[in-house]
């Protein structure tokens, strides 16, 4: 039996993922539950600190691959270093964050290692000593629960567990990777054209989800009640990939995670990487014409009704009551 890698993540703005240290609390549970080790890898440029804080957080042994190019990092260089360090840990579960660097990089790992690769993960647990992944099917509708021969590479949705609490013993060490010879070169980045839209400090939210139909229903049917609320506009990834609200309206865990005080989910099934952008918002009211729709689970009011039928009733309502 070989030992548990985690894939610590560095932000844009140079810290550790929330997410990577959910990770080490997740391979920590599995570590005691199935007598692996806990073993670490942080990839990055001027990265030293940022390893011997995740080594003392969670972590454990933490490898430290460190190198000026990879300031800009890709997924070709990002497969090297992990590649490297799923060696150098002897591992046999690597986690990585469900993020998108995540998903960029984890099948390129576990295809060049002819590894299982299970995506999505919201729960990963040890059963009858061996290792069982979740992960949600069919739009959230169903779960699954996967096993898999050998070494596995899997992502793990942010939010699916606590973040590591405490202290934890570890040491770093470095880890040199070759870096020659690559195929892909990082040119720049680019920052996204701003909207103006900032869900992350809008108090009230009202999204809108596929339920809502079209483009055009938007400004009709959901702006208006976000105005009268005060609010900001949000939607859900369909919306977003069917290019009828631009990204930064986006709430789930390729889009913004947002904690408004009211969130108003209409028209939206609920799936989880819908919830997990929105599940820690203070109050949550869904409008969903299927009564079993995963979304009424989290809602603190949920609402059976047809959303174009409720909607401007509601914006009507709350308009009458401010006079
Ligand atoms: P649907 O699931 O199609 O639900 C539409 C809902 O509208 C249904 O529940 C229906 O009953 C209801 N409805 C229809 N008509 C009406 C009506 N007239 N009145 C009332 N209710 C009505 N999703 C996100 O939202 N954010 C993310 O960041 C995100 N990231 C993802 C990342 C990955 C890697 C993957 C694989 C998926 C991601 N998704 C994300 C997609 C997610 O899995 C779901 O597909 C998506 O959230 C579903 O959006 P929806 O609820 O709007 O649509």
């Known amino acids: 039996m070989g030992n548990i890698l985690i894939v610590a993540e560095i932000t844009a703005t140079g810290g550790i993922r929330e997410s990577s240290y959910e990770l080490a609390s997740m391979a920590r549970k599995l570590a ?6 806990v073993k670490s890898v942080v990839i990055g440029s001027g990265v030293g600190d940022l390893a011997s804080e995740f080594a003392s957080k969670g972590g454990g042994d933490t490898l430290v691959v460190d190198d000026a190019s990879l ?8 497969n090297r270093a992990i590649r490297a360090a799923i060696e150098a840990a002897d591992a046999d579960l690597v986690l990585i964050s469900n993020t998108p660097s995540g998903w960029d990089v984890a099948p390129r790992v576990a295809a060049g290692l002819d590894a299982a690769y299970i995506s999505d993960c919201f729960n990963i647990a040890v059963e009858d000593g061996a290792l069982v992944f979740y992960r949600r099917i069919f739009n959230g509708k169903l779960d699954a629960q996967l096993s898999a021969e050998g070494t596995v590479v899997a992502t793990v949705q942010p939010g699916a567990t606590e973040a590591f609490e405490g202290s934890s013993e570890g040491s770093t060490s470095a880890l040199e990777v ?9 040119v720049e980045t680019k920052k996204a054209d701003a909207t103006g839209v900032d869900l992350t400090k809008a108090d009230v939210i009202v999204s809108g989800g596929r339920g809502v139909g079209s483009e055009e229903k938007f400004p ?10 005060g609010g900001a ?3 859900s990834r369909p919306v977003v990939d069917a290019g009828w609200l631009d990204h930064p309206y986006q709430v789930g865990s390729s889009g913004q995670v947002v904690t408004p005080k009211l969130y ?6 609920g799936a989880i990487q819908h919830l997990v952008g929105m599940k820690g918002s203070n109050y949550i009211i869904a409008i969903n014409k299927d009564p079993d729709a995963p979304i009424f689970e989290v809602a603190d009011v949920g609402v059976v009704a047809d959303l174009f039928d409720i909607v401007p009733a509601l914006t009507a309502a709350v308009t009458a009551a401010k006079g």
């Open 32 to 37: 005691e539950a199935s007598g692996r080790g």
């Open 71 to 78: 300031a800009n990092a890709t997924a070709e260089t990002n």
């Open 178 to 186: 070759s870096l020659e010879g690559l195929q892909t070169q990082f």
């Open 220 to 229: 009709e049917v959901i702006q208006p009640l976000a105005e009268v609320l």
């Open 233 to 235: 506009m949000g939607a």
């Open 264 to 269: 108003i989910a209409v028209g939206i099934s």
